[in-house]
Nanobody
Framework: QVQLVESGGGLVQPGGSLRLSCAASGSIFKAMGWYRQAPGKQRELVAG???????NYADSVKGRFSISRDNAKNTVYLQMNSLRPEDTATYYC?????????WGQGIQVTVSS
């Protein structure tokens, strides 16, 4: 059974940093990534990373966020720097295995002074 456990969210002031982690278990995962959904908006891709380390980012986070993964630990990280109020959202971990996509339960990130 695939399970994704997210951690690292919280409240931070504008300009601050947070690091999200997502520990996955139950399968071998190909691509992994982070999505976010703000109230009243659609869920959007924030960043993704393949098993070989190829990354992609939403334009809105390029240069501020960095995604990485540890294949030995089946864990994906999202380092978020220079956070802005518009980054406030629920962040979801996504992992693609041979049986399809799986989602974490979501973790709140709030950027506010």
């Amino acid at each position: 059974q695939v399970q994704l456990v997210e951690s690292g969210g919280g409240l931070v002031q504008p300009g601050g940093s947070l690091r999200l982690s997502c520990a996955a278990s139950g399968s071998i995962f190909k691509a992994m990534g982070w999505y976010r959904q703000a109230p009243g908006k659609q869920r959007e891709l924030v960043a993704g990373i393949t098993r070989s380390g190829i990354t992609n980012y939403a334009d809105s986070v390029k240069g501020r966020f960095s995604i990485s993964r540890d294949n030995a630990k089946n864990t994906v990280y999202l380092q978020m720097n220079s956070l802005r109020p518009e980054d406030t959202a629920t962040y979801y971990c996504n992992a693609q295995s041979f049986s399809g996509p799986s989602w974490g339960q979501g973790i709140q990130v709030t950027v506010s002074s």
